[in-house]
């Protein structure tokens, strides 16, 4: 019986160059307790969008099939997409966008990353000050585009 994830599958998940205002939460690494040094090579795991250093969340996942912050598995989501992964990381000049549906009206927005907080239900919640639009307001929103 597999415990963890194969390799070939850890090597397709997203990574990026860490730089100052990357746009994923955190500035640490929950594994080594490290923060992100500029150039360092960070992974995102998919669904969860927790970042780790990608030497400590690869040498995790092997043995793991779960993000070892909130132990959302990664099974399910290797097990889904055909290539074997989720989404891409945004790129540094992107600015996430979502759409937020509020009652009957559908507000898009512009996200601002860092004012983001990762619920443990697997939503998320944005406050005003992360939401480009007139209407905003404390919304709980889905996931990232």
Request: aromatic share 6%; proline share 8%.
């Amino acid at each position: 019986a597999q415990i963890g994830i194969k390799k070939m599958d850890i090597k397709a998940l997203p990574v990026t160059v860490y730089y100052m205002g990357s746009p994923f939460p955190g500035n640490d690494c929950p594994i080594c307790l490290a923060e992100f040094m500029e150039g360092e090579k960070v992974r995102l795991l998919p669904e969860c969008c927790h970042s780790f250093h990608a030497d400590c969340i690869d040498a995790w996942l092997l043995s793991n099939a779960s993000c070892p912050s909130c132990r959302h598995s990664l099974l399910y989501v290797l097990s889904k997409e055909p290539s074997g992964i989720a989404r891409p990381v945004p790129q540094p000049a992107e600015s996430p966008r979502m759409e937020v549906n509020q009652g009957n009206e559908s507000v898009e927005a512009n996200l601002d990353v860092q004012s983001l907080q990762f619920l443990g239900d697997g939503s998320t919640l944005a406050t005003s000050s992360s939401l480009d639009s007139p209407k905003s307001k404390d919304l709980e929103i889905g996931n990232v585009v």
